[in-house]
């Protein structure tokens, strides 16, 4: 390029202009007027013309210095450069006055670049400017002298008092364009070559390679500016959501006070339905974000994969399997997101329809509840034998965020037994309240981006590489700044919930049918448990149902309060999605209902509770038995044993179950429980069942950790002549047991 820039510099010479001073070389009028045709047609596109009237005038003024100077011109505009030189030095011999003299020098210092002598050029050139500062020929000249010599920053002076001096010439902008794309600075010497182009240059290789230039390098900034604006827009866009989600939350839960007692959205505050609003902005923000941060994810891995690639390529020695680590990880990266992205685990639904005709007096309920919520009803019910109780929109995506999506109740008939039909109703109408308030239509897009960036995160971790990927550092992060915006408003939705139940069948309705269903899933749960005990006992249960209502019959009440205390009053974190129990009962305590009470059993809207019952966890311990086969256990072969047989070994395993709990939370009376249970367990299955082996070595620990080794050693003595007992005995098992017995000190025992 910087050969282009002198090429082109030097078809643009021009040797400066007539100046107007005293006369103090003056012609005859005719003469006058010889000089100044010759003086005009020497500086145009045709110096040659000026020929016959140059000659003229050197016969008959020859000893004008003026004369002399328009020769030198003359002869420098047509190239002959030794005739110039003699001509301008004549000049100044002669005594050529002030501001012509300058004109003079500068002539002679363009003659003396041309001829490759730069000392002197310079010397002439500054002398010029010394005498006239103006002499755009000078500073042109000047600005070529310090281009050749690469003092860029030099010659960018002259080239900016060019364009000072002379603004409309094409000239000016060329040079300042020239001096600017030697300096880098390629945006100002664009807009140089274009001011050029609208003065009239004609169009040349150095503007073409000026805008050649300037275009790839524009394309080179975008390359790191575009990956990091999108970085930059991500990380900004992921701390507003998680400011402005977080006081959105605290603003609107300090708001829904028990004293509050506005129902729908048209019955809320101006100020309710502001913020009611903006949270929902801000949770759509959220959630568009990860949909337009896809994109950007993609455009950043494969930024930061070049990027790594690059440096590693700037490397004295380049390691090969680097490379292909490199490689391996960015290209696994792409695949990462866009598997995590495109493809969605099947969901498969949960529960049976209900048909009608199986509870009348229960879908006539949801009738009634759905006019008290003012919400169109339900159009499907799934029960199964569990303890959820909840409501979603099915369908289309557009449908679903319309409004028109189908409307289907998940209700687990473990969370109804105990409650009245009012407490029954007071949940639903809590349910129905997720419809009215319209948090539905939300659901099914804030589950598929929790799950869709749960899969990209582990996509991206199989990959390997994942803790050093700037892209699984946002995904993390975008993660449970998500999750505590939909957390805050799912706590939100959740009171708003609570205050539709309230109102239409009493706060204390609803606390109590809240306390109840909050204790029934304890009770499920640990009930299952039991239930895979018994399965491994060779006394699998015949009625789940049962089963969990000895679970809730036989726990010890120094544990049930442990567990209710902690069920209820447990600490909430920045992510939970549901108040506290006790929070929420208190909220709406003492709050009147509208509707009568009605103490009947929830169940006895059911046509046939039992069947249903029966049905249902029959189902489970189905699914019980397929998860054991499927992890390689092989139950032993039931046992025949009447229900109170099963009854008295079930509370035996609840009581130990009791006792690991309660050891689990250091209490004191697990050590005594447990032995108890112990005993128990004998005498439900008898003193030889191969089912007390692994109790007994379990209570031997505990001894030991009780100080008590000698009763340990009896104890797995014990579970060693069990085993021993059994016909085709393990003799690894046997070992093993023994090894335990050698490990507690005989000093110990004494």
Known sequence: MHALVLALFFAFQAPGTEQKAPELFPFSEELQTVYDSAFEVAQSASPADAGPAIERLLKEAADNPRVSRLAGKYYFNIGQLDDAERSLKLALEQGIDGPRRGDVLSALGAIKLRKERPVEAQELLNAALEIWPDDVMAHHQLWLLYMKRQQVSVALRHARRLVELAPDAPMSHMALSAALAETGALEEALEAVERAKELGAEPSPFMSAIEEEMSRQRWMRRIWQIPLGMALFLGGALLFSWGAGLALSKLQLGQLQSDNLHLLRAEQTHQERRVDRLYAAVLWFASLLFYVSVPMMLVLTVAIAGGVLLLVFMMPVIPVKLLVV???????????????????????????????????ALFKALEEVADVAKSRKVDRVLVDAGTGI????????????????????????????????????????HEYGHFSHGETRLTPIISRIQTQVIQVIQSIFSMGGGNLNPVGWFLRAYFFVYLRITAGHGRRRELLADRVSA?????????????????????????????????????????????VDTVALNTPPVLQSLIREELFSRPVDAYDS?????????????????????????????????????????KVLEELDSTLRLRGYEAPAPLAATDEEQDRLASAIVLQSSAFDLKERNHTDAYSLLQESLVRLEQATGAQDPYLVPQLVELARLHVQHDAPEVARRVLQRAIDIVLAQPGHEQQQVDALNEMLSEIPAQQAA
Not at 336 to 351: D, H, M, N, Y
Not at 600 to 609: I, K, R
């Open 390 to 429: 909840g409501v979603r929109e099915a369908g289309g995506r557009f449908r679903v965020l319309m409004g028109r999506g189908e409307r289907i109740l998940h209700l687990g008939l473990g969370a109804m037994r105990g409650l009245t039909v009012t407490e029954l109703k007071s949940i639903l109408a």
């Open 326 to 360: 490199i490689g391996v990880i960015g290209l696994g990266g792409l695949f990462a997101i866009l598997r995590g992205v495109f493809t969605s685990p099947e969901q498969g639904e949960e529960g049976r329809e209900l048909a009608v005709s199986e509870a009348p």
């Open 503 to 547: 109102l239409a069948y009493g706060g204390d309705a609803f606390g109590a049918a809240l306390s109840k269903v909050v204790e029934n899933t304890d009770a499920y749960d640990r009930g299952i448990v039991v239930a895979l005990r018994l399965r491994e006992a060779g006394r699998p249960t015949r009625d789940l149902f049962r089963t």
């Open 578 to 618: 549901h108040p506290p129990p006790t929070e929420r009962v208190a909220r709406v305590a003492g709050i009147p209902g509208q509707r009568p009470e009605e103490r009947e059993p929830a169940l006895s809207l059911f046509a046939d509770p039992a069947a249903l019952a029966a049905e249902l966890g029959g």
